[in-house]
């Protein structure tokens, strides 16, 4: 029932792009993604809600796939501060107070 | 604006002994959840509180309980500590958004 992250891990060089996709097995109520670096708590990125829009900033943004119960992160010209580990965390329909999250995905931006 | 304060930073205790542990949410949230996180896992959900009624629990033990009072601080209180119950408890404040204090690093010995 854990939301799969795919992919476990990704190495970037400075400015390359990448993508962090999470898929639940249940219908979802929301998506919240987190960053969290190495003996640090995980900061909160963005929320996305059912039937709500695509969301972000300058160069990181996300999206929600009602249809296939999935949502995408998207980090576009990676920065050395975007290095750390990426969580979503889901509310399903019949639990919406309760985060679940995914096994993370380990993001490393090389110079 | 303060966010979410967590006490204490770290921990120590051997094994059977009880731990409590504190989170103040950030002013305005009513809501306080908390969560285990261990070493190269994401967070686990233990309980929600929303206005000082438990509105959640994970799968733990009974060992674990909390409450949340009147000015929407929380505690979580762990009896019988295992030397799995070692981690980084998290508080999170919520209001739609969930944020996380920095934790409280627990080690069972």
């Known amino acids: 029932q854990q939301p799969v992250q795919s992919p476990q891990a990704v190495i970037l060089r400075e400015g390359e792009d990448a993508v962090i996709n999470c898929s639940s097995s249940?219908?979802?109520?929301?998506v919240h993604w987190y960053r969290q670096k190495h003996g640090e708590a995980p900061v909160f990125l963005m929320i996305l809600l059912k039937g709500g829009e695509q969301k972000g900033h300058e160069k990181i943004s996300a999206s929600f796939n009602e249809k296939k119960q999935q949502s995408s992160l998207y980090l576009t010209a990676s920065q050395l501060s975007y290095s750390g580990t990426y969580f979503c965390g889901t509310a399903w329909m019949d639990s919406s107070y309760k985060l679940i999250f995914g096994s993370g995905t380990r993001l490393l931006v090389r110079p | 604006d303060a966010g979410v304060t967590q006490s204490p930073t770290h921990l120590i205790k051997t094994r059977g002994q009880h731990v409590t542990l504190r989170c103040s949410p950030i002013s305005g949230h009513k809501s306080v959840s908390w969560y285990q996180q261990v070493l190269g896992q994401g967070p686990q959900f233990i309980f929600q509180y929303y206005e000082k009624e438990e509105r959640g629990r994970g799968n733990f033990p009974d060992r674990f309980s909390a409450r949340q009072f009147p000015n929407y601080s929380s505690e979580l209180n762990v009896n019988a500590l295992l030397l799995g119950d070692s981690a980084l408890y998290l508080c999170?404040?919520?209001?739609?958004?969930?944020?996380f204090g920095p934790g409280t690093r627990l080690t069972v010995l």
């Open positions: 249940k219908a979802l109520y929301s």
């Open positions: 999170a404040s919520s209001f739609g958004e969930q944020f």
